[in-house]
């Protein structure tokens, strides 16, 4: 029985427990097939372990307590959630809660002038800000292979998005937390992976929603149901 529940891969996404009778939910609840919850148990705890760590765990609590105050009125009985907070507002009030004062902001150049309203409200709210935009540093495309067909400019020494460049930049400036703004899928994945500082999200990238990726996703089975049907 225990091989078996070893073999079954995570499914969270696909998981039929009506929400409030999921086991990661409620402690009397139950898991599906796959469920991690009731699979994973040793990975689990194996990641619990690293809220021992002081830095780790006081994070994960200025990140917990960040989270609830998001929600207004919670002494109310019965609860109905009331959210109350933007995005930018929340990254704010959490850089705030850790005691950061250097702030990283790595953006696309797409999103030039989002970027410079970003940084003032930055700076409004107390912070120093290092942003780097994507094609600093003027690298070609060439550097890594692109032949001029693969370029979006063909015909050009086009520049490549350098997100590495971005994260070290940042690093070498000694950023205690950064935000992206806007960078390419890939791209972004490579800002964590060198990133020395902790990283959140202000927003993705999405060149025909508006930079609201979710829309395509709310409208797949209507309007942009052509994305699930990819052939």
């Given at each position: 029985m225990e091989k078996e529940k070893r073999s079954l ?197 999405d060149r025909v929603t508006g930079h609201n990726p ?18």
């Open positions: 891969t995570p499914s969270c996404a696909n998981c039929t427990v009506e929400l409030f009778n999921r086991i990661c939910w409620n402690e009397s609840g139950v898991g599906s097939a796959g469920c991690p919850t009731v699979t994973r148990k040793e990975v689990l705890a194996e990641a619990n372990r690293e809220y021992e760590r002081p830095e780790v765990g006081e994070f994960a609590r200025q990140a917990s307590i960040q989270e609830a105050e998001c929600y207004a009125n919670r002494h109310q009985r019965p609860y109905v959630l009331q959210p109350t907070k933007t995005r930018i507002v929340e990254i704010c009030e959490f850089a705030h809660k850790m005691g950061y004062r250097r702030l990283g902001l790595a953006f696309c150049i797409g999103l030039t002038q989002e970027a410079a309203a970003v940084e003032d409200i930055f700076k409004i709210h107390g912070f120093e800000v290092v942003s780097v935009l994507c094609k600093a540093g003027r690298t070609p495309k060439t550097t890594i292979g692109l032949t001029d067909e693969e370029k979006i400019f063909q015909g050009t020494d086009e520049g490549m998005c350098n997100p590495i460049f971005q994260a070290k930049a940042l690093n070498h400036e000694k950023t205690e937390f950064n935000v992206l703004l806007g960078l390419c899928v890939g791209h972004d994945s490579l800002f964590f992976k060198y990133a020395e500082a902790p990283t959140t999200v202000l927003a993705v990238k979710l829309a395509a996703v709310y409208t797949s089975h209507s309007y942009y149901r052509k994305i699930r049907q990819p052939e």
